[in-house]
């Protein structure tokens, strides 16, 4: 079992990210780097379930302001681009048809609001950018479009928000609904949800608006500043915005999505889009698909950075990351894991020679939810198996510097992403030892920047200084000219999904509304 590392020993033993000379050789045109968010949630257990028990762990710290000021102190250390928060407004109450499992194993409940913990951490660092969820389903626009202008003028231009329609029917639930919303509705609905926030960020106040002249006692121009007056089938939403123009206005645009609507959203609106796939000409395919779709729409084929998420274990020996591959994995619950998927049926309840086929047959409680996730023939042990494991699929690599470096140079290089998610086994080490071990070696490969870009915006970050708002050609500019305010909305028009597209979220949704199973795959690999 590796040292606990002290909680005092913060920072790991690598040159900081700061505006000083470079003692390695510059980067080659044609190499890559890689852009690096922290995957974070503001709770106990986000994705790697059972972990918080070490006694070296943070997790259970969440609650700490400090906490989040240590840890955005470290990221900025190591020139990490962004934190990520993850978000939920429902519990996971789908597993055994209760929360229990989720309580007990901390699986995102308790949890806090991600947007809260942003000033704290912007305030003990310069330069790095802050990612934050919410959803467009159950809250109105005009709320969050203050929200969201605050946070970035907080952060001085350093903030994103990742676009989420939100899928627990137990969120649906929280806000007044008896179920979900259905899948393609709620990306409906998202797109006049961020066209209000367009008529408000872009539209409402010119540049030049505040001029805070004190000799004449104005402080903003009134005939630089508008209604948007929008009416549109969801929202009524008059204006003015209440937020003087921040550095970015637009804060940078994520969404995580694999759906057809969601990628047909993404093509109109997304800079960043999470992706992934079982091998790399899945994940190939999928960012091709993306492109076009960003040309279909006016856009340029690079406009959008692809980010996976990624599993990194690494250390200074074999020995350490093989200790600390034991350690992760003996800790590991696989209730937790369940309860997360919202698993309708319960593995743990069989004998481990029990068949897949059998329970299918029997048609026993909750094999509609079985689906193409796993093969017929496997047995509930091999399942269970699979579920404890700590492996992160393609993505997902354990060794030392070299090794790990090696890794992320094909993801970047046959892949074709831009950029990783880390995702977190230990808080803090999992961040620590990515930056003191990996980080060097990626920067001597010309993989990694040597320093923070000089005052540059989280979207000059992504995109380079030139890009400081969104570009002019992107549907949310249009508003910058005050006529375009007055246009009736234009919804976006989602072409027909072809059934073999559906994202596996859609098949379970459209499963269990009509009550018929998922469709069989008796030869799909096992994928957790």
Not at 14 to 42: H, I
Not at 120 to 133: C, D, I, P, R, W
Not at 185 to 190: D, G, H, N, T, V
Not at 353 to 361: L, S
Request: glycine share 8%; hydrophobic share 40%.
């Amino acid at each position: 079992m590796p040292a606990p590392r002290s909680n005092s020993s913060l920072f790991p033993a690598c040159q900081p990210c700061q505006l000083t000379s470079s003692p390695f050789p510059p980067m080659p045109a044609e190499k890559k780097q890689l852009v690096v968010n922290l995957f974070e949630m503001n709770c106990v257990s986000h994705i790697i379930h059972g972990q918080w028990v070490l006694p070296d762990n943070n997790r259970h710290r969440f609650n700490d302001i400090s906490y989040w000021t240590e840890l955005a102190q470290l990221l900025e250390h190591g020139g990490i681009h962004a934190v990520f928060l993850a978000d939920v407004i429902g519990a996971y109450d789908g597993f055994r048809d209760s929360a229990d499992a989720a309580l007990r194993e901390a699986v995102q409940i308790p949890s806090n609001d991600p947007l809260l913990v942003i000033p704290a951490m912007a305030a003990v660092t310069k330069n790095l950018g802050f990612g934050a969820t919410f959803s467009t389903t159950y809250e109105p626009p005009f709320a969050f479009a203050r929200r969201a202008s605050t946070l970035d003028h907080l952060t001085n231009g350093r903030f994103g928000w990742n676009i989420v329609t939100s899928y627990l029917p137990n969120a649906a639930r929280n806000f007044g609904l008896e179920g979900e919303v259905p899948h393609d509705e709620r990306y409906i609905i998202a797109d006049e949800y961020i066209d209000v926030l367009y008529k408000l960020w872009e539209g409402s106040w010119d540049d030049d608006a505040v001029i805070q002249d004190r000799q004449r006692r104005i402080y903003t121009d009134p005939a630089k500043v508008r209604y948007i007056n929008h009416t549109g089938p969801r929202f009524m939403v008059a204006g003015p915005h209440l937020c003087q123009p921040s550095r970015q206005r637009t804060p940078v645009l994520f969404q995580a999505t694999g759906s057809h609507a969601g990628k047909e959203f993404a093509a109109r609106h997304a800079e960043a889009v999470f992706t992934g796939g079982i091998n790399a000409e899945q994940v190939r395919a999928n960012i091709a698909d993306m492109r076009a779709r960003l040309v279909q729409h006016g856009r340029q084929p690079t406009d959008i950075k692809f980010i996976t998420g990624a599993g990194i274990i690494t250390g200074k020996t074999d020995e350490q990351v093989a200790a600390k591959l034991a350690l992760y994995k003996q800790n590991m619950s696989v209730e937790g894991r369940l309860a997360h998927g919202m698993s309708r049926i319960d593995w743990t309840k069989y004998p481990r020679t029990e068949r897949i086929a059998d329970i299918i047959a029997r048609q026993d409680p909750g094999y509609l939810d079985i689906g193409p996730r796993f093969k017929n023939l496997q047995t509930v042990g091999e399942v269970l198996d699979q579920l404890g494991a700590i492996n992160y699929g393609r993505y997902f690599v354990a060794g030392t510097a070299k090794v790990v470096a090696d890794a992320i140079e094909k993801w970047l290089d046959e892949d074709g992403i831009d950029g990783i998610n880390l995702v977190q086994y230990h808080s803090y080490d999992t961040a620590r030892d990515f930056i003191e071990y990996v980080v060097p070696e990626l920067r001597a490969r010309g993989r990694y920047r040597e320093a923070y870009p000089d005052g540059h915006t989280l979207r000059q970050q992504l995109f380079g200084p030139e890009r400081a708002r969104l570009p002019d050609y992107h549907h949310g500019a249009r508003y910058r000219d005050p006529a375009k305010l007055r246009e009736p909305y234009v919804p976006l028009a989602f072409p027909p999904t072809p059934s073999a597209e559906l994202s596996m979220h859609e098949q379970r949704e459209r499963a269990g509304r009509a009550g018929t199973p998922l469709p069989a795959a008796p030869n799909a690999p096992v994928t957790v």
